[in-house]
């Protein structure tokens, strides 16, 4: 295999970096807006490449990130060796970070479970001292706006000053709502869209067990368990690999 980290999937480059060079990455960053990271896996391509608007709304990210054994499996089909880094993983590494430089985490989102105050309670417990404010809002559309609460949250972030923020709208809506609020960040120096994260951090879900990670069998452990899930499943685990072996992109 080829000692690159990146590869092309329907013209998006992804990369396979550790976290060690994210957090790097993050500090080199010197531009005027946050560094923006997308933890990508098979649903998000699969909807980027069936909506050419939100492919261009990731292309706008800083980082593509590898969060999905299928991404890592499509590396070695091209002998490229990638590192998988999990979404929550990630961002409990940018949660890590955060308490060792004394910044705030900003929390927006957190979905039916209303998961973003515990689970900033949670982080609270096992990082004690870290500074921060969680909000749920409200209803965010696929187009990435938001309704009153939603605004409402994001306003009271604002004055709160994070310098990690954590959204948790789930694809496409955190994508496409941070891409419309990247200019409205002052303090904020990393922002990622974490999807269920907050669930699993607050505890209303469970997370698979490490084994289970590591052999790259969530998809099988979220079948059942949430069998409920299984569209999205079916998407990651079936159709993606098929459309991604037939595209001409």
């Given amino acids: 295999m080829n000692s690159h980290t990146q590869i092309n999937i329907f013209g998006l480059p992804i990369e396979g970096v550790d976290e060690q060079r994210v957090i790097e990455r993050i500090e080199r960053h010197q531009g005027s807006y946050p560094y923006w990271i997308v933890t990508t896996n098979p649903e998000i391509l699969l909807y980027a490449y069936r909506h050419p608007d939100y492919e261009q709304t990731l ?12 991404l890592k499996l499509i590396g070695a089909l091209r002998r490229t060796s990638l590192h998988r880094l999990t979404g929550v993983d990630l961002a409990e590494d940018l949660v890590k970070w955060a308490h060792q430089k004394q910044y705030r985490v900003g929390i927006l989102g957190g979905g039916a479970l209303k998961s973003a105050t515990p689970a900033l309670r949670k982080l609270q417990d096992r990082y004690p001292g870290l500074q921060g404010l969680a909000e749920d809002g409200g ?11 939603t605004e409402e949250a994001w306003h009271r972030l604002t004055i709160d000053g994070p310098e990690v923020l954590l959204v948790a709208f789930g694809h496409p809506k955190q994508e496409r709502w941070i891409e419309k609020h990247l200019e409205d960040m002052p303090s904020v120096k990393v922002v990622v869209g974490v999807g269920g994260t907050l669930d699993y951090w607050s505890e209303h879900l469970p997370r698979p067990p490490k084994w289970i ?37």
Avoid: C, M
């Fill in 59 to 70: 292309a706008k990210a800083d980082l593509r990130t590898v969060d999905s054994v299928g």
């Fill in 139 to 149: 209803h965010v559309s696929t187009e990435g706006d938001g309704d009153d609460a």
């Fill in 213 to 249: 990670r590591n052999l790259g069998l969530e998809w099988l452990y979220r079948l059942l368990t949430q069998p409920r899930r299984w569209k999205r499943i079916l998407n990651a685990v079936i159709v993606f690999p098929l459309v991604y072996l037939t595209s001409k992109r």
